[in-house]
């Protein structure tokens, strides 16, 4: 069924996720001059609220939430 579909799908991501690809993302982020995020359908959520709290952190993002905008990226 649907649920426990999904209930599989975060339990292996979350078992991929190690404390170095953390860090690795944490220091790519940090460096970068421009921070793109995209959100498209049920992750729209959550792109803009990753971009509101890197802005919170003084780096500030976009988030793109449609999908013909990912043409326009960089």
């Not at 339990?11 to 460096?31: H, P, R």
């Not at 952190?57 to 976009?62: D, L, Q, T, V, W």
């Amino acid at each position: 069924d649907l649920l426990s579909q999904y209930q599989s799908f975060f339990q292996n991501t979350l078992n991929d996720i190690t404390l170095e690809s953390l860090e690795f993302f944490a220091y790519q982020i940090s460096k970068a001059t421009n921070l793109f995020i995209v959100g498209v359908g049920l992750t729209k959520p959550i792109a803009e609220y990753m971009s509101k709290r890197l802005y919170q952190i003084n780096k500030p993002s976009m988030y793109i939430y449609e999908s013909h905008m990912l043409d326009l990226l960089p």
